[in-house]
Nanobody, 127 residues
């Protein structure tokens, strides 16, 4: 059974940075594409970033492109999301999720493509 646990969220000032992590247990995540999603109160869960199993391919939502960076360390079974130049509209619960497949394409950027989910970590951007 694959378990994903997010950490690293918190309160950040506008313009600030934070890195959230997704630690995976149960088995190696090295053959699975992983994505980050977020959900703000009253809104649907939305795709943020995705990374292929080997880490060579990454994808970003237009709203975070140039500000967020997804990466992974398969030796540590961990995936990261570095968030810079944060805005109040980035406030949400951030979830990591894993696909069954190693690849990630723009068509993968939907919650239904991910069977494994973490419990989420809150990121609040406010002064």
């Amino acid at each position: 059974q694959v378990q994903l646990v997010e950490s690293g969220g918190g309160l950040v000032q506008p313009g600030g940075s934070v890195r959230v992590s997704c630690a995976v247990s149960g088995r190696s995540i090295s053959t699975n594409a992983v994505g980050w999603f977020r959900q703000a109160p009253g809104k649907e869960r939305e795709f943020v970033a995705g990374i292929s199993a080997g880490g060579r391919s990454t994808y970003y939502a237009d709203s975070v492109k140039g500000r967020f960076t997804i990466s992974r360390d398969n030796a540590k079974n961990t995936v990261y999301l570095q968030m810079n130049s944060l805005k109040p509209e980035d406030t949400a619960v951030y979830y990591c999720a894993a696909r069954i497949f190693p690849t990630f394409t723009s068509r993968s950027a939907q919650p239904k493509e991910f069977p494994y989910w973490g419990q989420g970590t809150q990121v609040t951007v406010s002064s």
